[in-house]
């Protein structure tokens, strides 16, 4: 719309022509007010029945909220009114009309449940709030970009549909391919090796994983968003600073560019954290866990942390932190094992006191050890032959790391449920919209 001016943007003594959708409308008798919103913000429209054209007030107090005008008026400054601003009109225009009934208020003077809103995120993402999410979200992954540019790292996008998992055998989502067995792809993780091999070096991708969770939390999607790094003549430690760098980063872009959207949120201090994360070893995080009491039992070399041992660690430290060198037989088979001890890996997992954030490691770049990696963990090296073959030339040694996109925003704005940071979520219960 060529001569529309958002509601934010009006001034006093100027005319204007805003568009958006009727928030709340107030008929005080004599005198009316719609409060249309927009992208921008609000504006409160007069409506003086006395003193207007019959048609004109007929028109604006007729009109159900959220439908949406087009009004074009005089701009007044008027310090009763919530922006300071009121608009007189000279012409309404009922662009769609909204029905009486809505399946919620986007106003927001009456709550919804999680499952009402995501049935109807169009009018949940007319609340100023919830939309501040997905504009900070967006800041996020504009940031993560920038940074990794920095980092001299080039965007790629790599397969969905696939013809193997690699993230373990349980999770995946199988498809039909043209009558052969396919499946959606849990992680970029092999071509974004192939291409540290190629002449980019340095990748990266932000695109979707899909996982065939058992687990219905608050904390998993079954389709998330990855952001995935990886790159040539890197080792785990290079790897851990670079997602470091992603997380200060992107905390930096929101405190500085969506002060707005953190205080709709409700954010009077968004602390952004400084770097220098703790990199506790997996046998210090196990024995710090332990000494916290919290769990029923000890944790021993070789266990997995569970969603209590990960809580108790988290509040333990405080902060964001990594744990190093994970036991070797726990972690995938492309994690390289320590050099000088192989029943530790290079693997590493960033975490944010309440919950992981990242995965990655050092990757296993010499062939043969790699092709026994295969076997070790019951998968057939033959099915991989695209991959393994291309490490007989000239593979570098590499790293990189996994970040779930909605766990950063989720973790930043502390959001309780992963599905308050993804538009139209993915779970068990939730295949559309
Ligand atoms: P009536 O007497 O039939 O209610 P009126 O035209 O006399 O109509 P006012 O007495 O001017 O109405 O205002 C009614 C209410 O609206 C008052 O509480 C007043 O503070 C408020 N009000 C009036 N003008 C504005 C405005 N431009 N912005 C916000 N509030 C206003
Ligand atoms: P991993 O499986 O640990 O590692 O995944 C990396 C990160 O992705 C996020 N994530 C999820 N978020 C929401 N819902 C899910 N179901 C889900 N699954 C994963 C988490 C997790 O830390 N290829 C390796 C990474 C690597 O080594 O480069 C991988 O996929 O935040």
């Known amino acids: 719309m060529q001569d529309r001016t958002y509601a934010a943007d009006v001034d006093a003594g100027e005319s ?9 409308i107030r008929d005080l008798g004599g005198i009316a007010f719609l409060i249309l919103r927009d992208k921008s913000g609000k504006l409160q429209i007069k409506l003086e029945k006395d003193e ?12 159900h909220r959220e439908s949406v005008l087009k009004v ?7 310090p009763r009114a ?3 601003f009121e608009l007189v009109p000279e012409s309404i225009e009922v662009v769609a009309e909204a029905d009486p009934e809505l399946p919620l ?33 967006a800041e996020v992954m504009r940031a ?5 540019r920095d980092l001299n790292a080039t965007e790629i996008n790599t397969p969905k549909i696939v013809a193997t998992g690699t993230e373990g055998g349980t999770e995946l989502f199988p498809i039909t391919y043209f009558g052969e067995e396919a499946f959606m792809n849990q992680s970029p993780q092999l071509f974004k090796q192939l291409m540290a091999g190629s002449g980019l070096e340095t990748v990266f991708e932000i695109g979707p994983i899909f996982r065939a969770e058992e687990h219905n939390t608050p904390r998993h999607l079954n389709e998330a968003t990855s952001i995935d790094f990886e790159s040539a003549f890197a080792d785990h430690h290079e790897a851990m600073d670079a997602a470091e760098e992603i997380v200060v980063s992107v905390y930096e872009a929101v405190a500085e560019n969506c002060a707005e959207q953190l205080d709709l949120l409700g954010y009077d201090d968004f602390d952004v954290p400084e770097g220098d994360f703790p990199r506790l070893s997996y046998e210090e995080a196990i024995e710090r866990i332990n000494a916290t009491g919290e769990l029923d039992e000890q944790l021993v070399f070789g266990d997995d942390l569970s969603t209590e041992a990960e809580r108790a660690l988290g509040e333990d430290v405080g902060t964001f932190y990594f744990i190093t060198g994970w036991p070797s037989e726990i972690k995938p088979f492309y994690i390289k094992d320590q050099d000088d001890d192989d029943s530790l ?13 990242v995965s990655g490691g050092q990757r296993e770049h010499r062939y043969e050890k790699l092709v026994e990696g295969f076997e070790q963990q019951g998968l057939d090296p033959e099915q991989f032959e695209y991959y393994t073959k291309m490490f007989k030339y000239g593979m570098p ?18 959001l309780e449920n992963i599905r308050e940071a993804v538009l139209f979520p993915r779970d068990r219960q939730r295949l559309s919209p």
Do not use: C, Q, Y
């Not at 074009?72 to 008027?78: L, N, R, W």
């Not at 109807?120 to 609340?127: A, F, V």
């Not at 996109?405 to 704005?413: C, I, K, N, S, Y």
């Open 16 to 24: 204007a022509t805003v568009a958006g959708w009727v928030h709340e």
């Open 52 to 63: 207007m054209d019959d048609e004109l007030v007929e028109t604006g107090l007729n009109v």
């Open 72 to 78: 074009a008026g005089d701009v007044k400054e008027e």
């Open 82 to 84: 919530p922006t300071g």
């Open 105 to 137: 208020d986007p106003s927001g003077k009456v709550d919804a449940e999680l499952p009402t809103r995501l049935d109807n995120r169009t009018l949940d993402l007319r609340k100023p709030e919830v939309k501040a999410i997905f504009e900070i979200r």
């Open 144 to 148: 993560a970009r920038e940074t990794f």
């Open 345 to 357: 890996s290079t693997g590493f997992d960033m975490m944010h006191p309440r919950m992981e954030l």
């Open 397 to 414: 040694p590499h790293a990189g790391w996994g970040m779930g996109g909605e766990r950063l925003v989720m973790t930043m704005l502390g």
